[in-house]
C-alpha cells in the first residue's frame, strides 16, 4: 500500500556528483523521518542520512560535508545531494520513510528497492 522509488543513480566518476530522489507513494497520512541508507558488497548496511518531518538531520561520519538530504513534504519525497564522490562511496543506496497511514497510525517503516551508485577512480 506503500511504495518508495529511489531515481538518479548511476555511474560518476570520482570528484563528481549525482542527486538521488526518494518518492513515496500509496496510502500516506504523512512520512516522519525519512533516510538513506546504503549497502555495499560484503558489508552491512550504514546509515549515509537521515531527515525529521520538522528538519532535523543527522549525517554519517563518513559523508558529513559532503552529502546533503532534504525533503519536499508536500510531494512525500527525499533527496541526496552527493558532492566529491569517492570509489567508497560505492554501494547500492536505499531509501527508508516511516509512514503513518492514519490519523491514530505510530507508523511503520517502508524501504525503496535501491538504486546503484558506482564511483570510477
Known amino acids: 500500500q506503500v511504495r518508495l522509488v529511489e531515481s538518479g543513480g548511476g555511474l560518476v566518476q570520482a570528484g563528481g556528483s549525482l542527486r538521488l530522489s526518494c518518492e513515496a507513494s500509496?496510502?500516506?497520512?504523512?512520512?516522519?523521518?525519512m533516510g538513506w541508507y546504503r549497502q555495499a558488497p560484503g558489508k552491512q548496511r550504514e546509515l549515509v542520512a537521515l531527515?525529521?518531518?520538522?528538519?532535523?538531520?543527522n549525517y554519517g561520519d563518513s559523508v558529513k560535508d559532503r552529502f546533503t538530504i532534504s525533503r519536499a513534504n508536500a510531494e512525500n519525497t527525499a533527496y541526496l545531494q552527493m558532492n566529491s564522490l569517492k570509489p567508497e562511496d560505492t554501494a547500492v543506496y536505499y531509501c527508508?520513510?516511516?509512514?503513518?497511514?492514519?490519523?491514530?497510525?505510530?507508523?511503520?517503516?517502508?524501504w525503496g528497492q535501491g538504486t546503484q551508485v558506482t564511483v570510477s577512480s
Open positions: 527508508n520513510a516511516m509512514v503513518r497511514q492514519r490519523l491514530w497510525d505510530t507508523g511503520d517503516v517502508y
Open positions: 500509496g496510502s500516506i497520512y504523512s512520512i516522519n523521518d
Open positions: 531527515i525529521t518531518r520538522g528538519g532535523s538531520i
